[in-house]
C-alpha cells in the first residue's frame, strides 16, 4: 500500500502565476481533504471532496478551487498567487464510511511564491 | 465552532525525562481527538487518535494520551523521551459526523542528550 502520495515535492513560482498540486488517496479511501500549513503554524483546512464534489470549505478565497476524479484522486489549483500563499500544502485521505473520519495525510508539497 | 489550544510552542526535555504536551479544545458537540506528528519536511503521521470507550488511548511510539471531558483536555505522555521524538507535535479534534480537523498550533519538543 504506498499511502497517500502527492506531487510535485517543491514548485516555485512568481506572484500571479497559478499552480496545480495533485494528490492521489490511499487504496480504500475514497474523501480527500487540503489542508494548507503555514511556517510555524498547525494546517489550515482549505476544503473536502467526497463523490466528486466540494463537501466542505474552510475560510479561504475563491481563488483556491479543487477538483476529484472518478479514481478518487485529487487536485488543489490556486489562482493569481500572493506571497502569502507560501506553505506546505498537505492532502489527507479517509473512507466516508467510517465514523470518525480518520485521515491519512501524504508528505506535503512545498509552494514557494516569489 | 470548535479550537484547539497547546500550551508551549516549544518544550525542552532531557532524553529518558518525561514529555508531557498539554492541548485543550472546545468542541459544541462530543470531538474525537487526535495527536500527529510532524518530523522535519514531512507530513503528519498519527500517534493516537480517542474516538469512543476508554479514556485512555495509548498510540505508537510509547505515547498515550488521557480525554477527561470535565477538563476539556486531551493531554499527550511519555514516560521516557528518546532523542527520536523531537519534532513537532499538533493536537487536532474532528466533531461527530464533521468532515474537517480542526488543529492546534503545534508544539515543538526537543531532546536534550
Known amino acids: 500500500d504506498a499511502g497517500v502520495t502527492q506531487s510535485p515535492t517543491h514548485l516555485i513560482k512568481t506572484r500571479g502565476q497559478q499552480v496545480t498540486l495533485r494528490c492521489s488517496p490511499k487504496?480504500?479511501?475514497?474523501?480527500v481533504s487540503w489542508y494548507q500549513q503555514a511556517l510555524g503554524q498547525g494546517p489550515q483546512f482549505i476544503f473536502q471532496?467526497?463523490?466528486?464534489?466540494?463537501?466542505q470549505r474552510g475560510n479561504f478565497p475563491d481563488r483556491f478551487s479543487g477538483h476529484q476524479f472518478p479514481n478518487y484522486s485529487s487536485e488543489l489549483n490556486v489562482n493569481a498567487l500572493l506571497l502569502g500563499d507560501s506553505a506546505l500544502y498537505l492532502c489527507?485521505?479517509?473512507?466516508?464510511?467510517?465514523?470518525?473520519?480518520?485521515?491519512?495525510f501524504g508528505p506535503g508539497t512545498r509552494l514557494t511564491v516569489l | 465552532a470548535q479550537s484547539v489550544t497547546q500550551l508551549g510552542s516549544h518544550v525542552s526535555v532531557s532524553e529518558g525525562a518525561l514529555v508531557l504536551l498539554r492541548c485543550n479544545y472546545s468542541?459544541?458537540?462530543?470531538?474525537?481527538l487526535f495527536w500527529y506528528v510532524q518530523y522535519p519536511n514531512q507530513g503528519l503521521q498519527l500517534l493516537l487518535k480517542?474516538?469512543?470507550?476508554?479514556?485512555l488511548v495509548k498510540g505508537i511510539n510509547g505515547f498515550e494520551a488521557e480525554f477527561k471531558k470535565s477538563e476539556t483536555s486531551f493531554h499527550l505522555t511519555k514516560p521516557s523521551a528518546h532523542m527520536s521524538d523531537a519534532a513537532e507535535y499538533f493536537c487536532?479534534?474532528?466533531?461527530?459526523?464533521?468532515?474537517?480537523?480542526?488543529f492546534g498550533g503545534g508544539t515543538r519538543v526537543l531532546v536534550k542528550p
Open positions: 487504496s480504500g479511501h475514497d474523501t
Open positions: 468542541s459544541s458537540v462530543p470531538p474525537y
Open positions: 487536532a479534534l474532528i466533531k461527530a459526523a464533521g468532515n474537517k480537523l480542526t
Open positions: 471532496y467526497y463523490e466528486e464534489e466540494e463537501r
Open positions: 480517542y474516538t469512543t470507550g476508554a479514556t
Open positions: 489527507a485521505s479517509s473512507y466516508a464510511g467510517q465514523g470518525y473520519n480518520e485521515q491519512f
